[in-house]
């Protein structure tokens, strides 16, 4: 038969990376819940017009990245959700969440994007998010940076490799019109220039043409007007109050006055957390204000900041910088042989994890060498050993797997002692591991 493999671009998160993972999550979460976040889960399936109407139809997720299909049974147009600020949005207007005032939420979850896949960029990736809705001041921006600063503590990232802090403004929808109007004429000025993909944005989107990576066009960009000359005092203010919060804290951040971000529902702050660590795909974090999407989303007004971090990028930072050690997440491999032994052992395991205990139980009849391979193999900090002559003893041997040349070796004890012992053996295996 055939093989069949997975979708180009969608990872499998295999068992050796799933510690990992598991580790960042908790330790995210934690952060998270530290700031007053609640978690909230959106589906991964939304109406395609979300998407269409909150991110922007003039944008690069919008016009090709979308995994859009119609349902086969009611014709409806959906799509795979590309981010999920848009859904946070819809789900607190559809069940009234900011009627009792702010709120601070956040997320894990895959996305999707039909992207050229390589390395740190994939059709199905994972985000850690956090959306604040209903809240105006500049504080909050600050907050939501403090707390990024913070998780690249809590995983282990030593200050210097931290990702570095990129800010901007996007000012208002006046500034930004006034903005755009300066773009377009310096732009048409040298349309001759503009390569296809820039002519068609002249006329739909100018600001994108910023984003052109085409080297032919790199010094017309370099001298196109900024936005920052055209904010007006109550923009400066905000861009202000939020840099003096980060420099009071000691975060250490670069203003960019060329950073626009890819999605259309961004105001004021703008921030992404970019590392030459990863290569091209050195964006792990990115985020801003988006004041008027819930009231462009049918909801009443109220401003919001928020910010997402692409998990995969982030544990491949970690791997660079700051090696997540997986402590073993079993401690006990159950080793039997003899007549009846299986029977018995499955007994017994049930009953030392009624103590407390991770057991992995041997599965099948095998040698006691090979059982003991399995043993060392499976992580566990514990051998515990089963023959025939410790059944009718009703003891058991606890043999350490990890412990140093200096460490007390295997010892027999009776069942009622054994959970006691293995904790106790357990703890001074780990007291030397990390000594
Ligand atoms: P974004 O910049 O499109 O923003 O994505 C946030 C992060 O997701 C990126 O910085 C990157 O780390 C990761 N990411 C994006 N695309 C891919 C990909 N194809 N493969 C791997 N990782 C990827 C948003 O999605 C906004 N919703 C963030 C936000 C929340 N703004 C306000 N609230």
């Known amino acids: 038969m055939e093989k069949i493999v997975g979708v180009k671009g969608m990872n499998d998160l295999l068992p050796q990376q799933a510690p990992v993972w598991e580790w960042v999550e908790q330790t995210v979460a934690e952060v998270f819940r530290s700031y007053g976040y609640q978690a909230i889960r959106t589906p991964i399936v939304e109406p395609t017009a979300l998407f269409v109407r909150g991110i922007g139809e003039v944008t690069d997720i919008v016009e090709k990245e979308m995994y859009s299909f119609t349902d086969a049974l009611n014709g409806e147009r959906l799509t795979l ?146 936005l920052s000359s055209f904010l007006g005092a109550a923009s400066k203010a905000h861009q202000d109050a939020v840099c003096e919060a980060l420099g009071r804290a000691g975060v250490p951040f670069q203003m960019n006055d060329r950073l626009v971000r890819g999605l259309d529902y961004y105001n004021l702050t703008v921030f992404e957390w970019v590392t030459d660590r990863l290569g091209a795909q050195g964006t792990v974090c990115g985020g801003g204000r988006y004041d008027t999407l819930v009231e462009q989303m049918g909801g009443k007004p109220a401003p919001a900041c928020g910010f997402a971090i692409g998990v995969e990028r982030l544990i491949a930072l970690l791997e660079e910088v700051a ?40 599965s099948g009849a095998a040698s006691l060498k090979s059982q003991m391979k399995k043993a060392d193999a499976s992580g566990a900090w514990l051998a515990a050993i089963q023959g025939d002559e410790e059944r009718q003893a009703g003891t058991m041997v606890l043999k350490p797997l990890r412990a140093g040349p200096d460490q007390a070796g295997q010892q027999s004890v009776p069942l009622a002692e054994a959970a006691g012992l293995a904790k106790k053996m357990i703890e001074q295996q780990r007291m030397q591991s990390r000594a």
Not at 324 to 353: C, I, M, N, W
């Open 81 to 226: 959700r590309p981010e999920n600020t848009a859904a946070v949005v819809r789900a607190c207007i559809e069940h009234n969440l900011l009627y009792d005032g702010p709120r601070r939420l956040w997320y894990v979850g895959p996305m999707f994007r039909h992207e050229r896949p390589q390395k740190g960029r994939y059709r199905q990736f994972h985000q850690f998010g956090a959306e604040a809705l209903g809240f105006a001041q500049p504080s909050l921006d600050a907050e939501q940076l403090l707390l990024v600063w913070r998780l690249w503590a809590a995983l282990g990232i030593a200050p210097a490799d931290r990702p570095v802090l990129h800010l901007n403004s996007l000012g208002d929808l006046s500034e930004r019109l006034a903005h755009r109007e300066a773009l377009v004429a310096y732009f048409t000025k040298a349309s001759d220039r503009l390569d296809t993909d820039s002519q068609r944005r002249l006329q739909t989107n100018p600001l994108r043409i910023l984003d052109s990576k085409n080297p032919d066009m790199a010094d017309l960009i370099a001298g196109a007007p900024t």
């Open 323 to 362: 090696p997540v050690q997986p402590k073993p997440a079993t401690d006990l491999y159950l080793v039997h042989f003899g007549d009846q032994s299986e029977a018995a052992a499955l007994q017994l395991a049930e009953h030392l994890r009624s103590e407390g205990l991770r057991v992995v139980m041997h």
